[in-house]
């Protein structure tokens, strides 16, 4: 009988930590809409706000969902207060004529979001995660 309970009480254990994320983190998603829209492309990065360093990130997929991961590579956030800033990258061409090369380009990036929701500062938005699955929306306003 001891056996089976400690049979069913490691099978239970190993359910939780599959189930949670793994390493005390816990699942994560969070949806970016700009005027109710969804966005896809965009890049969501939650830095913790109580100093621990705990950070996240992801890319929101077509439907406007980011499903974030730590910077270890686990999915998920740890549990905690974040501030959250959202960017999307595009590149585009700049020229750079040299002698060589009069007609030469580079490419270089830029944020087409507002920028204030590029910075975890001033985006306002902010993110609290306890010991549960967290689904977020933000919504960027021009």
Not at 9 to 27: N, R, W, Y
Not at 44 to 68: C, E, H, P, W, Y
Not at 109 to 121: C, T
Request: some cysteine; glycine content about 12%; aromatic content about 10%.
């Amino acid at each position: 009988m001891q056996r089976i309970l400690l049979t069913f009480f490691v099978a239970s254990l190993s359910f939780c930590f599959i189930g949670c994320g793994g390493h005390g983190t816990v699942p994560v998603s969070i949806t970016i809409t700009q005027n109710g829209t969804p966005l896809a492309g965009v890049t969501v990065t939650a830095i913790s706000s109580d100093g621990k360093g705990n950070s996240t990130s992801g890319m929101t997929n077509v439907s406007g969902v980011a499903v974030l991961e730590t910077t270890q590579g686990w999915n998920g956030a740890f549990p905690g207060e974040y501030n959250v800033a959202v960017s999307m990258w595009e590149g585009y061409l700049v020229p750079s004529p040299s002698a060589e090369y009069p007609n030469a380009t580079t490419t270089e990036q830029r944020n087409v979001l507002p920028a204030k929701y590029g910075e975890h500062s001033t985006s306002g938005f902010t993110l609290t995660i306890g010991n549960r699955a967290t689904t977020m929306t933000f919504n960027l306003e021009e």
